[in-house]
């Protein structure tokens, strides 16, 4: 009879632990993760450098972001990065697939320009 009941109960606090363990272990929620990605930012009227954020935003509102000269971006071309390497922006934003997307596009649009 017990086993009927407790079964369940034990295994629904289990799955509920994975969550929750799942959860912490990521350090940002997966929608600031995926936004995170995408805040490099290029301005026109400064067109040898793009902006990304240098260190963990405080928030989604309030993210201190750093030029660096747009050679920097994309650096490696999709390559592994080096073992001394320092990243110029946090967690390698302009070293992702998107940050060369991104510098194609910039540079297309310089071109045009």
């Known amino acids: 009879m017990w086993t009927k009941v407790l079964l369940p ?4 606090l289990i799955i509920n632990s994975w969550i929750v363990l799942a959860e912490f272990s990521v350090k940002m929620p997966p929608k600031d993760r995926d936004m995170m990605r ?9 067109p040898n450098v793009f ?6 935003p405080t ?15 994309c650096e490696f071309q999709g390559q592994p ?7 110029d922006c946090y967690l390698n934003v302009d070293e992702s697939e998107y940050a060369c997307k991104e510098k194609y596009r910039i540079m ?5 320009e």
């Open 108 to 112: 297309k649009r310089i071109s045009n």
């Open 38 to 46: 995408k805040y490099i930012v290029f301005d026109k009227k400064t």
């Open 9 to 12: 109960a034990v295994i629904l």
């Open 59 to 73: 928030s989604m509102e309030k993210i201190i972001v750093k030029s660096q000269p747009l050679y920097k971006l």
């Open 81 to 87: 990065l080096p073992d001394d390497y320092k990243p």
């Open 51 to 56: 902006y990304c954020p240098r260190r963990k």
